[in-house]
């Protein structure tokens, strides 16, 4: 994994992104939100999300039904039960992933932390 400068990163994230914690249901900066573009790490800057992949799924975090491919890593959860999502070029936790809801068509919701994103307008972003 890329080498990270995590000194940037304040209490809270540090706490999310390294630590493997959780914001706070309908805390998050993202949970209600909608605007067009694309999410990024805010470890390491890489695409994971497009806004077009969100969805309202009324858990109090950020939901996508699909991420950018090869842009998440999908790991077993300590407790044996839950799936973790990381970002597969720095490690960053995000949240976790759950299939079979059956809240969209493609039966997918990525649970992210909106603490572990940061959100690129359309207009100002790579591709």
């Known amino acids: 994994m890329k080498k990270i400068d995590d000194s940037k990163l304040t209490d809270e994230e540090k706490r999310v992104i390294l630590d493997k914690g959780t914001e706070k249901p309908f805390t998050g900066q993202y949970d209600n939100f909608f605007k067009v573009g694309v999410y990024k790490c805010k470890r390491c800057g ?60 493609r039966n997918t919701r990525y649970c992210v932390n909106s603490i572990s994103m940061n959100f690129v307008p359309a207009n100002k972003y790579d591709k």
């Open 46 to 105: 890489a695409n994971l999300y497009r806004s077009d992949d969100k969805f309202e799924a009324h858990c109090g975090w950020p939901s996508f039904d699909q991420a950018i491919e090869g842009a998440v890593k999908r790991i077993p959860d300590p407790d044996g039960i839950r799936i973790e999502i990381v970002c597969m070029r720095c490690g960053a936790y995000l949240g976790h992933v759950f299939e079979g809801e059956s809240l969209t068509d």
